[in-house]
């Protein structure tokens, strides 16, 4: 059962460099999600999306882009990756108003 | 205003005891879902228990029980017969009607002590 995949799962970049975070579910589930998580600390949400064919920003949509290609992927684009964006990013995906399934996080250095 | 509190930073518990985590959440909203995540080191997020605005009965999930307190918009989380396993991070989190998206906590550091 492949559930969540992010990839990649480690990725150092230099500031200004863009790069893109896939995700893909294969649970057949309507929303999926990024959030970031810093040192230390809960998960923020950077964008979700409800349903194909739809995003919303989240708390901290700032710097990102995403890209709801299909029911099973979300993508999260930085344009121009900052120092501030070192971060661990997980995809989430759900059903309505059921519990989240999370990926295995990708860990984001920007130098 | 913070939508999702957890005061406690860290904690110790010793190896076979019960520990609390707290968690106190805001929301106007009258129907609403207040789940737990567990985060050990290795870094993925595991669900643990979940609770409806509207569940009359306090959720339990074998170790694990939610001490909802509605009127004091709170959900601690109970955790009976602690194991080594059970270190970890904590995190609280709040799913309200206005959308299907979950608000997390700052989390709680547990440490179990043999």
């Known amino acids: 059962n492949a559930g969540v995949t992010q990839t990649p799962k480690f990725q150092v970049l230099k500031t200004g460099q863009s790069m893109t975070l896939q995700c893909a579910q294969d649970m057949n589930h309507n929303s999926m999600y990024w959030y970031r998580q810093d040192p230390g600390m809960g998960l923020r949400l950077i964008y979700y999306?409800?349903?194909?064919?739809?995003?919303d920003k989240g708390e901290v949509p700032n710097g990102y882009n995403v890209s709801r290609l299909n029911k099973r992927e979300f993508s999260l684009r930085l344009e121009s990756a900052a120092p501030s964006q070192t971060s661990v990013y997980f995809c989430?995906?759900?059903?309505?108003?059921?519990?989240?399934?999370f990926g295995s996080g990708t860990q984001l250095s920007v130098l | 205003a913070q939508k999702i509190t957890q005061t406690q930073p860290g904690m110790f518990v010793q190896e076979k005891e019960a520990v609390t985590l707290d968690c106190t959440y805001d929301?106007?909203?009258?129907?609403?879902?207040l789940f737990w995540y567990k985060q050990p080191s290795s870094g993925e997020m595991i669900f643990l228990i979940y609770?409806?605005?509207?569940?009359?009965q306090n959720a339990t999930e074998g170790r694990y029980s939610l001490n909802f307190q509605k009127a004091r918009k709170s959900a601690n989380l109970v955790i009976s017969a602690s194991q080594l396993g059970d270190s970890a991070m904590y995190f609280c989190?709040?799913?309200?009607?206005?959308?299907?998206?979950?608000?997390f906590g700052g989390g709680t550091r547990v440490l179990v002590k043999p």
């Open positions: 999306s409800a349903s194909e064919g739809t995003t």
């Open positions: 609770q409806g605005s509207y569940d009359q």
């Open positions: 929301t106007s909203d009258p129907s609403y879902g």
């Open positions: 989190a709040m799913r309200e009607a206005a959308g299907n998206k979950l608000t």
């Open positions: 989430a995906s759900n059903l309505a108003n059921e519990k989240l399934f």
